[in-house]
Nanobody, 119 residues
Framework: QVRVVESGGGLVQPGDSLTLSCATSEPTFTTFAMAWARQPPGKEREFVAA????????YYDDSLKGRFTISGKREQNTIYLEMTNLEPEDTAVYFC????????????WGQGTQVTVSS
């Protein structure tokens, strides 16, 4: 069964930058889209950003646009999330998700990587 694996989380200070990475366990697995979501402590999971390979369409949560940038390599089923000027409110577990080409729904989720922003 195909998995997605996130990496790059950690403890940073306010104002720092951090880049997360995500890749599927099988690079040849065909995806329609990949995305990032996050779950702050005690809150629901929320959308962060997504990339739809066809046409290179990119979507962001409006509140994060400008500080967060999603990018990726379709041929490798890899995406990145560059986060700048991090704030304590960005503290969360960050999840990666993949939408297979046949279902076009985010069926495959990673286990998440913790990002903590604290001085």
């Amino acid at each position: 069964q195909v998995r997605v694996v996130e990496s790059g989380g950690g403890l940073v200070q306010p104002g720092d930058s951090l880049t997360l990475s995500c890749a599927t366990s099988e690079p040849t697995f065909t995806t329609f889209a990949m995305a990032w979501a996050r779950q702050p402590p005690g809150k629901e999971r929320e959308f962060v950003a997504a990339i739809v390979w066809s046409g290179g369409r990119i979507y962001y949560d409006d509140s994060l646009k400008g500080r967060f940038t999603i990018s990726g390599k379709r041929e490798q089923n890899t995406i990145y999330l560059e986060m700048t000027n991090l704030e304590p409110e960005d503290t969360a577990v960050y999840f990666c998700a993949a939408a297979p080409e046949d279902t076009r729904t985010y069926d495959v989720w990673g286990q998440g990587t913790q990002v903590t922003v604290s001085s």
